[in-house]
Every structure is written in structure tokens, then in C-alpha cells.
T-cell receptor, first 111, second 114 residues
Framework: GQSLEQPSEVTAVEGAIVQINCTYQTSGFYGLSWYQQHDGGAPTFLSYNALDGLEETGRFSSFLSRSDSYGYLLLQELQMKDSASYFCAVREEGGGFKTIFGAGTRLFVKA | DSGVTQTPKHLITATGQRVTLRCSPRSGDLSVYWYQQSLDQGLQFLIQYYNGEERAKGNILERFSAQQFPDLHSELNLSSLELGDSALYFC?????????????FGPGTRLTVT
């Protein structure tokens, strides 16, 4: 089966840089996705990495190392509105196209 | 606004009852996914449909069922409701069955079972 591990909480100050890690165990691998979810809101897609390396989208970047079964989401120039939960997700091999989400990392941005 | 719509926004019902949650995917998306999110929990995948056919099944209880209609909207039916079924239920859509990595979520239906 698949499993994803990410820290439960991270705290950082406004303007800083924070990295949220995700390690995964999969029987097949088709890429790592990241989603953001504010309290009471819906998850929103942030990024997807299928190949090794860094993908940059504005203040957010996502990195993948397939050999290490590891990825991270990097948030730069943190703003208060970045306080949210961040989930990594993978597609599960076999039996269709199930999406498995990590338990989520709650990011607190302090002034 | 993701373009995915869900109704109702809130639902309060009693144990033992049956409810139906509705989802309309983004225009052009053929694949629909259903998720359950309990308080302070992650997203649990329930089921996926593509163009009317079931494509993947997660840990969906036998009391739950879903379908996708020819107009691509989907319904999730929850029956014999228990207190533990209280949760946020999200629907998501993607352009095709392989785009599981990039899904667009609706605002969710908050179900409270009393």
C-alpha cells in the first residue's frame, strides 16, 4: 500500500521561508501533488511534480527526489494568509486511480 | 471559485436516515471524486467516476453508494447514517481519469448526524 508522512505542525514568522516535507512509500509512483486548505474551506491544488527537481510557481516551489522518495513544498515571503493546512498526495498503483493524501501539515504564520 | 459546485452546503439529519449529496464538476471535466474529511482529519478517498463509470474505490462503506449521470453530475448516497458519519464531504473533478494529480475541489457539504 501507500503511505505518506508529513509533519503535523510548522510555525514560522511573516516574511520568512518555510519548508514542509513529505516522504512517501508507494508500490508505484506517478508523481507528488500539493494542496492547500484553509480552515472551513476546500483544498486547492498548488503543484505537481512527476520528475526530480524543483517546480516554481510564484512564492511557492515544490521539489521531488524520486530516489529518496521525498518531496517538499517551499513557501517564501510568508504572509499571514498562508496560515493553512498543506497536504501532499500521490496516486495509488493498482485498482484504479485512487488518490492518497497525507495527514496534512498545519502552518501557523506569526506576525 | 474552482468551478465545482456541491449541494447542499449544510445538512443536519438523524441517525438511521438517508441523504443524497450532489456534485457538478467543472465544465469539461469528465472525472469526479468523492472524499470524506472528519474533524481535524485528512482527506479520505471514497470513490472515483469517469464519464459515468466507476474507476476507483477507496474505503467506502457499504452503506454509501455513488453514481455519475450522463450529464456528468454525481451523487453520493449515504444511508443508515451513524454519528460517526458526521464530516465534510468533498467532491472534486479533473479533466480525465489520469489527472488524479490535479483535482479541483468543490466547497463541500457539511453533514451533521444527530
Amino acid at each position: 500500500g501507500q503511505s505518506l508522512e508529513q509533519p503535523s505542525e510548522v510555525t514560522a514568522v511573516e516574511g520568512a521561508i518555510v519548508q514542509i516535507n513529505c516522504t512517501y512509500q508507494t508500490s508505484g509512483f506517478y508523481g507528488l501533488s500539493w494542496y492547500q486548505q484553509h480552515d472551513g474551506g476546500a483544498p486547492t491544488f498548488l503543484s505537481y511534480n512527476a520528475l526530480d527537481g524543483l517546480e516554481e510557481t510564484g512564492r511557492f516551489s515544490s521539489f521531488l527526489s524520486r530516489s529518496d522518495s521525498y518531496g517538499y513544498l517551499l513557501l517564501q515571503e510568508l504572509q499571514m494568509k498562508d496560515s493553512a493546512s498543506y497536504f501532499c498526495a500521490v496516486r495509488e498503483e493498482g485498482g484504479g486511480f485512487k488518490t492518497i493524501f497525507g495527514a496534512g501539515t498545519r502552518l501557523f504564520v506569526k506576525a | 471559485d474552482s468551478g465545482v459546485t456541491q449541494t447542499p452546503k449544510h445538512l443536519i439529519t438523524a441517525t438511521g436516515q438517508r441523504v443524497t449529496l450532489r456534485c457538478s464538476p467543472r465544465s469539461g471535466d469528465l472525472s469526479v471524486y468523492w472524499y470524506q474529511q472528519s474533524l481535524d482529519q485528512g482527506l479520505q478517498f471514497l470513490i472515483q467516476y469517469y464519464n459515468g463509470e466507476e474507476r476507483a474505490k477507496g474505503n467506502i462503506l457499504e452503506r454509501f453508494s455513488a453514481q455519475q449521470f450522463p450529464d456528468l453530475h454525481s451523487e453520493l448516497n449515504l444511508s443508515s447514517l451513524e454519528l460517526g458519519d458526521s464530516a465534510l464531504y468533498f467532491c472534486a473533478s479533473s479533466v480525465d481519469q489520469l489527472a488524479v494529480y490535479e483535482q479541483y475541489f468543490g466547497p463541500g457539504t457539511r453533514l451533521t448526524v444527530t
